[in-house]
Nanobody, 126 residues
Framework: EVQLVESGGGVVQAGGSLRLSCAAS????????IAWFRQAPGKEREGVSG????????YYADSVKGRFSISSDNAKNTVYLQMNSLKPEDTAVYYC???????????????????WGKGTLVTVSS
């Protein structure tokens, strides 16, 4: 059974940090690119970051560039999203998603992903 399980969300003050984790199982992790999406209340889901398993290349949306960092631990089948200098506008449910690396063409889009986690809520207070 394919599973993507996010963790690490919570409530943090503006300027603070959180690290999200995405633990993958049930598929060949090394063949897949992983992306992080977020959806704020009343807004469309947007891709914020992604990492290719093929060459480790990364993508960041302009809104998070310089503040967020994505990394992968292939031994643990886990991808992390380190989020620093958080802003209230970063408040959202954060999802990780996977697609075959051969199909991955950043920026990540939700219709291009094969598997999804259930999400973790990040709330940034002002």
């Amino acid at each position: 059974e394919v599973q993507l399980v996010e963790s690490g969300g919570g409530v943090v003050q503006a300027g603070g940090s959180l690290r999200l984790s995405c633990a993958a199982s049930g598929f060949r992790f090394d063949d897949y690119a992983i992306a992080w999406f977020r959806q704020a209340p009343g807004k469309e889901r947007e891709g914020v970051s992604g990492i290719s398993s093929y060459d480790g290349s990364t993508y960041y949306a302009d809104s998070v560039k310089g503040r967020f960092s994505i990394s992968s631990d292939n031994a643990k089948n886990t991808v992390y999203l380190q989020m620093n200098s958080l802003k209230p506008e970063d408040t959202a449910v954060y999802y990780c998603a996977a697609t075959l690396d051969s199909d991955y063409d950043p920026p990540p889009v939700d219709y291009g992903m094969d598997y999804w986690g259930k999400g973790t809520l990040v709330t940034v207070s002002s």
